[in-house]
C-alpha cells in the first residue's frame, strides 16, 4: 500500500508540472541560434496565443522583450503567437545578449488565461576575428626598403586603439611598427622596419584579450594570425580574391612585394576573354572590368614575367581558377552624390538592384 501511495504521489507531482508547464510562455521555435548576425531581424514562435488580430502586421515600439544591454527597435506580430524584433541600429559587435518576456507581452489576455513568462533567451553577436593579415615589401619615396601589412578585421576598428593591444613578432623576435591608418574601419594599414632581407619573415600578430570596440563591448580573448613574407628576392603571389558589386568585378591580386606598372596588362590574360584594366595598390594590384559575368568561372593566367620593385620576377606562370559567389542583396543609387526627387527634376530616380526579390 505504501509503494501505491507514493506511485500516486509522484504521479500527482507531475500533473502538477505539467499543468505549469502548460501555463508558461516558452519558445517553440526561432530563426537564429546562439550566434546572429548583427542587422538581423528575431523571429520567435511562442507557445501561447498572445497578440489579437487587430495587431497582426503592424509595427510598433511597444516592448514585448527586455534586451540586456540594451537594444532599441520595433516590435511586430506576424500572427498571434509569432513575434518579429527589428534593431533600430545593428547590434554591437562581439557581445552576448539576454532578452527576457516583459509583462507587456500578454497585456491582450484576460486575467484569467494569464501566463508564465519563461526562461531567458541568450544569443550573441559574432566575436571580432583578424581575418587577414597581408604584408608585402615596399620602398619609401627615398627607396628604403619597409614592410606594408594591411590587416583585415570582421568588423570595425579604431586603430589608436589597436596600436595599445597589438605585439607583432618576426621570426621569434618583437618587431616596431608604425600604424599609417587615421580612421575607423575593418582595414588597418602597419609599416615595420628591420625585417630579414636574406631569408624568409614568418610574422606573428597578437592583440591581447580586452581592447573596447564601438559600443561598449570588449574583446573577450586574445587575437592571433600568422603570415609568411618570403625575401625581397623572391616575387610570390600569395592571395586572389573575386569580388562584385553587381555593375563591376575586380578580382584583386595579393604578392610579397609591390609590382611594376609598366606592361603588366600584357602579363595578363582570362578565359573567357573580356576587356579589362589593372590597378596598382602597395600590396598586389586589381583586375577591373564591369564586363565581369557575376556567374561565371574564370581562368587567370599571369605570366612569370610579373616584375616587382626590387626587380625580382616571378618565374614560373601563375594559372588558377576564380568565381565571385553569390552577389549580396543590395539597394543603392547609380549616382550617390546627386540630388533626387526635386520639384524640378524628372522625377525619375535611377536605382541599382542587386539580389533582391520583386
Known sequence: MQKIAQLFAIGGLLVVAACFRGNELRVTQKNFDEEISRTENLVLTLSHDLAPDSLIGVWDTISYLRFDPPVAGKFRWDSPNQLVFSPMQAFAVGTD?????????????????????????????????????????????????????ALTFSDDIDPVVLAEKLQVQSNGREVKYTILSDDIGRSVRLEMRGLDYERSNDLNFDIAAGMPLSGNATTKDAINKQSTLPPPDQLVITGVEADHDGAEGHINITTSQQCLSEGIEKLISLQPKLPFTVSLNANGFSIDSDKFDPVQTYTLTIDGGLSGVFQSKMGDPYTIQTAFGKLDPSVQFIEAESQYLSNKGHKNVAMRIVGVEK
Do not use: H
Request: glycine share 8%; charged share 25%.
Open 97 to 149: 545578449y539576454t532578452a527576457t518576456f516583459n509583462d507587456r507581452i500578454q497585456s491582450y489576455l484576460p486575467e484569467n488565461k494569464r501566463v508564465e513568462l519563461g526562461a531567458a533567451i541568450n544569443f550573441r553577436t559574432p566575436y571580432l576575428e583578424l581575418d587577414k593579415a597581408e604584408a608585402s615589401w615596399q620602398t619609401t619615396a627615398g627607396g628604403e626598403p619597409v614592410v606594408g601589412v
